[in-house]
């Protein structure tokens, strides 16, 4: 069973930063294209950024051009979200997902194998 697990979310202030990491246990990531999502309240699923397998393709949603950067270190099996200069629109659950033949940039309505729980940022001061 493929897990993911999602951490470094919390509070932060407008301007601030977060990391958030995808994880996963008891299986290889590194065949698997990522990405990253974000659920805010009342709001439908959208997609963030993803990466691909082999870490040479990346792509960011027009809301995170130039804040967020994705990473992927194999020898650790974790993806990186890093997130600057955050805004309260920014508040939301996200999620990663990974998915062996999911494109990257994200196609719209592709339905990714394997998701985790989630993490909560909230920006606000």
């Known amino acids: 069973q493929v897990q993911l697990v999602e951490s470094g979310g919390g509070l932060v202030q407008p301007g601030g930063s977060l990391t958030l990491s995808c994880a996963a246990s008891r299986f290889s990531l590194d065949w698997y294209t990522i990405g990253w999502f974000r659920q805010a309240p009342g709001k439908e699923r959208e997609g963030v950024s993803c990466?691909?397998?082999?870490?040479?393709?990346?792509y960011y949603a027009d809301s995170a051009k130039g804040r967020f950067t994705i990473s992927r270190y194999n020898a650790e099996n974790t993806i990186y979200l890093q997130m600057n200069s955050l805004k309260p629109e920014d508040t939301a659950v996200y999620y990663c997902?990974?998915?062996?033949?999911?494109?990257?940039?994200?196609?719209?309505?592709?339905?990714?194998?394997?998701w985790g729980l989630g993490t909560q940022v909230t920006v606000s001061s």
């Open positions: 997902a990974a998915d062996i033949e999911a494109p990257c940039p994200l196609a719209p309505g592709y339905a990714y194998d394997y």
């Open positions: 990466i691909s397998s082999g870490g040479s393709i990346t």
